[in-house]
């Protein structure tokens, strides 16, 4: 079994090294997926809804791996040059003031138009009463998380951790988002 694995890694890593873009966008969509299929379980869903699922995964493939593969990049360029715990500091300072608050309020709008096809004006009034509280939890945890993704993470593993993290918080989010549709049943 761990020679199995071994070469599944190493195929990743070869795809990640020719295709980085194309394999992060793969991988956040897989993890976004994973994240929704647990989440429609703890939820109590009976039977898995795969347009839901779908939907969630073209999330993580067509936008998270993306915006999370450029942005590392921009990182990197923005803070170039010593690599010590003031740089680490600023990249979460920054990453915390900026696409934090922009991807839980587009993963919010996203889930409500998109995924549930809720009308714009119910969706509004959801962010409007929920995103503060999501967006006060995200800054009690994502730190941390952002803390360990740019102190000991190689650029091209980023986003994978990145990922894998978010498609917990990501089961967070779902959850949230879901009680209020529940509600209003």
């Known amino acids: ?23 992060k966008a793969v991988t956040a969509g897989v993890l976004a997926g994973f994240s929704d299929a647990v989440a429609q379980k703890i939820s109590g869903i009976k ?3 795969l347009r839901r699922l779908l939907l969630v ?7 998270a791996g993306p915006f999370g593969h ?10 170039k040059g010593p690599k010590g715990k003031s740089t680490v500091a600023k990249k979460v300072l920054l990453e915390q003031l900026t696409s ?8 919010m709008m996203y889930y409500g138009l998109v995924v549930e096809g809720r009308p714009w004006g ?5 962010v409007r009463k929920d995103y503060p509280t999501v967006q006060l939890t995200a800054w009690k945890f994502w730190p941390l998380v952002g803390w360990v993704n740019y102190q000991y993470m190689p650029l091209q593993f980023r986003v994978l951790f990145h990922s894998f993290v978010a ?13 209020v549709a529940i509600k209003q049943a």
């Open 1 to 23: 079994m761990s020679e199995v694995v071994a070469e599944t890694w190493q195929k990743y890593l070869q795809q990640l090294q020719k295709h980085p873009l194309r394999t």
């Open 47 to 49: 039977r898995l809804q």
């Open 57 to 63: 995964m073209l999330y993580g493939f067509a936008y």
């Open 70 to 79: 450029f942005l590392h990049k921009l990182m990197e360029v923005i803070f």
């Open 100 to 107: 934090s608050p922009w991807n839980n309020m587009f993963f």
């Open 122 to 126: 119910l969706v509004r009034n959801k």
């Open 167 to 179: 498609s917990c918080w990501a089961i967070f989010l779902n959850l949230k988002a879901r009680t």
